[in-house]
């Protein structure tokens, strides 16, 4: 196949000519905007198109398929895989603009929304009318829908409530080819068909550029409770995880802290930390206000019967703000604690968290890093923020993080639950995909994309 060509100058004008100059960013000043998400990659745009319709991609793309260069779909620019990067050059396509909730329909429980819609704002429009879009991404107030089906987002309401694939129905979505399909149903069930809509999302740009979306919305729960419980060690945190499980309870968000993330933040608990292998859970649940009251009163007796050495109960909005933002602050206090890290999302089965987190010091040992761990306990997704002394660690730091992938794939967990593999982790697939599956894999892309323009060189080296 031809390689890639730059955008020349000719290409660029008939960029201009086709969507018009106001869509065409250029000055360099504007394109570093484009040049990063949040993954610490870095790679700069030739050209940006900032989308307002349908036709504008079609055209792009239809230049893109002729002259054989890149593009490249971007949404809020949050992602941590490097997935909306121009990593071989070209242009990046921004879908920011095309941002209207085109419906909300109650009766139906359904919604029609533009993919630039932000997903915080989205959830916001639809609580007010009592319904409820679950997935809460923490990123969620830059994030856009359509990257958060890209990418197959989630948070901690996956425990309860699932990632972004079940709320979607379908999709509106320009191929690389530039046709327009729409996939899946605007109906609660829909089996014509290969599943072309659960194909796409997660796909991370490289299918299909995403224009509409058809969401499933649900009842809004009347009411939240919040609980923080400490214990005196992990394996007991996480053995009342299980036992509160066990009894029937299904909370909408089970997070954990390990002991070394507890140390960075304890200073923001009334209480002091008892002791240096303490862990912190946060639990909520929601429903009908009499019932979670009831029920989180439940969960605080499993936790104390299992060994909880403090809860802090968070009746109200604010306090239980305060207790996320404890939650929130690991991150931030990780990464001012250190020149360099490496932020991972596996995934172990829940019963495993515990042994995996137990094996890490020797991995800290072995590669000289410090290993942080927190995350959704009530699925098992678990954030690794590696770190080490220097910048000059990166190297070593690598070693240590693809020997902690093998652990997790032998304990049949996977090396991403959220962020995706884009540009970052592409190097990491053949740990865990078998060959046959990347073959079929790769197939499918090129059944999609021919002349593979569109975000070419994610997922697959
Ligand atoms: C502080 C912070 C917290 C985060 N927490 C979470 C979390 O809890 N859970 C989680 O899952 N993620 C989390 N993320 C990662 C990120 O927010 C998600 O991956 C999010 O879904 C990306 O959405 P975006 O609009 O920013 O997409 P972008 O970063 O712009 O793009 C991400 C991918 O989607 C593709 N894409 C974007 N829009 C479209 C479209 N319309 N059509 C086709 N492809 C498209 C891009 O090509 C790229 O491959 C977090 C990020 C940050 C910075």
């Given at each position: ?203 991370e740009g490289t299918l299909g550029v995403i224009t509409a979306l058809y969401l499933k919305l649900i009842p809004s729960p009347q009411d939240v409770a919040c609980l923080a419980a400490v214990f005196k060690d992990l394996r ?226």
């Open positions: 196949m031809t390689p890639y060509s730059p955008i020349t100058g000719d290409i660029r004008k008939q960029i201009v000519e086709g969507l018009g100059a106001e869509r065409i960013v250029s000055d360099p000043g504007r394109l570093k905007d484009y040049e990063e998400d949040a993954s610490g990659l870095r790679y700069a745009p030739e050209l940006v198109v900032e989308a307002e319709s349908v036709a504008h991609i079609q055209t792009l793309l239809a230049l893109a398929n002729r002259y054989r260069f890149p593009v490249i779909p971007r949404g809020g620019g949050t992602g941590l895989a490097g997935g909306c990067l121009a990593a071989s050059g070209g242009v990046i396509l921004s879908l920011a603009g095309m941002n209207q909730i085109r419906s909300i329909d109650p009766a139906n429980l359904l919604a029609e929304v533009e993919p630039g819609v932000i997903t915080a704002t989205f959830r916001e429009k639809v609580r007010e009318k009592r319904l409820f879009y679950p997935p809460d991404p923490a990123g969620m107030d830059k994030s856009t829908l359509g990257g958060n089906a890209a990418t197959n987002a989630g948070g901690p309401a996956c425990v309860k409530y699932g990632t972004t694939r079940d709320y979607v129905l379908g999709l509106e979505v320009v191929l690389p080819d530039g046709n327009l399909i729409r996939t899946g149903v605007k109906t609660r069930k829909g089996v014509v068909g290969y599943d072309l809509t659960h194909l796409i999302v997660g796909s007991t945190g996480l053995s009342a995880v299980s036992e509160i499980m066990g009894r029937g309870h299904l909370p909408s968000a089970v997070e954990f802290m390990d002991p070394k993330c507890l140390a960075l933040v304890g200073d923001l608990l009334p209480f002091r930390i008892p002791g240096e292998n303490a862990t912190l859970l946060i639990i909520e649940t929601d429903g009908i206000r009499e019932q979670i009251a009831k029920e989180i009163e439940a969960i605080g007796n499993v936790c104390l019967e299992i060994g909880a050495t403090h809860l802090l109960p968070a009746p109200d909005r604010e306090s239980r703000a305060r207790i996320w933002d404890v939650r929130r602050q690991v991150s931030l206090r990780i990464h001012e604690s250190t020149p360099i890290y490496m932020a991972e999302d596996i995934v172990v089965p829940i019963s495993r968290i515990a042994s995996l987190v137990d094996a890490l010091p020797a991995f800290e040992k072995a590669y000289d890093l410090r290993i942080y761990a927190f995350g959704h306990a009530g699925d098992g997704n678990i954030h690794l923020n590696f770190t080490a002394a220097a910048r000059e660690d990166a190297e070593r730091m690598l070693k240590g993080v693809v020997e902690v992938f093998k652990l997790v794939i032998e304990m049949e967990g996977t090396i991403s639950g959220e962020h995706g593999i884009g540009e970052a982790k592409k190097q990491f697939l053949p740990m865990e995909l078998p060959r046959e599956s990347i073959r079929i894999q790769k197939a499918i892309k090129e059944a999609f994309d021919p002349n593979l323009i569109l975000n070419p060189g994610k997922i697959f080296i």
